[in-house]
Nanobody, 123 residues
């Protein structure tokens, strides 16, 4: 059993920053990949970033590379630090978990999902 709960979303002006948190509970995540996806209205889920729990290897979508940073701590929390935000970053952001050591970018390859947190970037 895995539970993921996102927090930290809100309204921010273009150029600003937000840090999203994903509190994960239910098991050890040493054999998991954790990821952030986002979904804008009328669009499909889009991969944002992923981190392998053991070792901390990361991977980013080209649209956010250099602006966003995914990380984790020892308390089973995953973070997404978002800097230089743009209006096109507006979306519901979801935390996801995959029982694998291999990073994936497709949502069907993830086993667990949080409820999402809204991020709105004003121009």
């Amino acid at each position: 059993q895995v539970q993921l709960v996102e927090s930290g979303g809100g309204l921010v002006q273009a150029g600003g920053s937000l840090r999203l948190s994903c509190a994960a509970s239910g098991r050890s995540f040493s054999n998991y990949v954790m990821a952030w996806f986002r979904r804008a209205p009328g669009k499909e889920r889009e991969f944002v970033a992923a981190i392998r729990w053991s070792g901390g290897s990361t991977y980013y979508a080209e649209s956010v590379k250099g602006r966003f940073t995914i990380s984790r701590d020892a308390k089973n929390t995953v973070y997404l630090q978002m800097n230089s935000l743009k209006p096109e970053d507006t979306a519901v952001y979801y935390c996801a978990a995959r029982y694998s050591l291999r990073i994936a970018t497709r949502s069907p390859e993830y086993d667990y999902w949080g409820q999402g947190t809204q991020v709105t970037v004003s121009s």
